[in-house]
């Protein structure tokens, strides 16, 4: 005689084979616990008015099904964790993972799930992605790091604020000045200039007045934020600052060793370089050993960054330091409704090392 109950994942007559895994859904739980499907929904919505024994039937029901909750519908009906994004062009290096951590680390806190998403620079795909991201109502997007400095860029975003917001959905900008044009977004960065501006202001210190600048051309916030460090803290200690001390070098270890050997060619060449991130400066110190320099006694060298690699380079790197963890940590606290919706600018700070010195008398 057949047996009246239905084997965990097989379909009842036999004939389509093996039901689906998951495919079982809340009311044929709540019928194989023998209770209401309210009652089952507020078992898988953690409600402590469910008596113990209920909730355990329900659940044995649940594993004998393959029931698997839809946790998209909980997070869009606010009765699961939602999630914030953390949408970033590409997750290299150092920097975005101390960004990412302290985003997570209030994420998590507040019953949250922090998902990461990068777009490679891609417009479409990034379009695409902040439609899904609204499509699945997620808590807020965190848009991260150096971004275009256009009247283009600044449309999109204020387009994506907008989308977002008709979901009740909060964008804030994570390591990226506020846009102009849309006092409406908060920002959450570090002070580029004055950090640039620190290692200026320590090479003249030292005595340096033949200082010079590597570092990407105009068109990206990062990239004009620091140039603009380096111009303000030269005029400011009244030195001179030619054209010809400040060459454009990618953000990689081989632009910079190639942008400094041509700066160390000059015929006067400087006595000290400032490095918009610490990649330059590492080529940096390859240029100046292949050209039979001595850091620092020949060549005095600060980056910007502080990644962990530098302070074991021989000698130790002089550079910036900025707050990546917590810009990750405020931006998400305001993105929750945890702390006002204001600008955030936090100050980097200054770490010495061994590359920098006097430099040495002709």
């Known amino acids: 005689m057949p047996t009246t109950d239905t084997p965990r994942g097989t379909r009842q007559g036999g004939s389509r084979g093996p039901a689906r895994v998951g495919s079982a859904n809340l009311r044929d739980v709540a019928a194989r616990a023998g209770v209401s499907p309210a009652t089952a929904s507020r078992v898988f919505g953690g409600s402590s008015s469910v008596h113990a024994d209920t909730r355990a039937k329900v659940l044995a029901a649940a594993d004998e099904l393959g029931y698997v909750v839809n946790g998209l519908a909980r997070a869009m009906t ?22 990412a951590a302290g985003a997570e680390s209030v994420a998590t806190a507040n019953g949250h799930l922090l998902l990461i998403s990068t777009t490679e620079g891609d417009r479409q795909r990034e379009s695409d992605l902040i439609a899904t991201l ?134 006067i060449r400087p006595t000290a370089i400032v490095a918009m991130t610490d990649n ?42 900025p707050p990546f963890f917590e810009v990750g940590v405020r931006a998400a606290r305001i993105a929750l409704g945890l702390e006002p919706a204001e600008n955030v600018l936090l ?9 920098t010195t006097s430099p040495a008398q002709a």
Do not use: W
């Open 280 to 321: 330059i400066a590492v080529g940096t110190y390859r240029a100046a050993r292949s050209l039979g320099l001595r850091i620092p006694e020949d060549l005095s060298i600060v980056g910007f960054d502080d990644v962990p690699i530098v302070g074991d380079l021989t000698p130790g790197l002089t550079t910036v330091h």
């Open 78 to 99: 606010g009765r699961g964790p939602g999630t914030v994004a953390f949408v970033v062009r590409s997750m290299i290096g150092p920097t975005f993972a101390s960004l």
């Open 134 to 267: 609204r499509e699945q109502r997620t808590r807020a997007v965190l848009y991260v790091g150096s971004t275009e400095s256009n009247a283009e860029f600044d449309a999109r975003v204020s387009g994506y604020a907008k989308d977002l917001a008709d979901v009740d959905a909060s964008l804030v900008l994570c390591g990226r000045p506020p846009v102009a044009t849309a006092p409406g977004i908060v920002s959450v960065d570090y002070d580029h200039r004055a950090g640039v501006g620190t290692g200026v202001d320590e090479l003249v210190r030292l005595g340096h007045t033949r200082i010079g600048y590597l570092g990407e051309g105009k068109g990206m916030t990062t990239a004009e934020l620091r140039i603009d460090g380096y111009r303000a803290a030269m005029k400011r200690n009244h030195l001179p600052h030619p054209t010809n001390l400040v060459h454009d070098a990618a953000n990689n270890e081989d632009a910079g060793e190639a942008a400094a050997r041509e700066l160390l060619s000059l015929p």
């Open 347 to 355: 100050q980097p700070s200054f770490v010495r090392r061994g590359s």
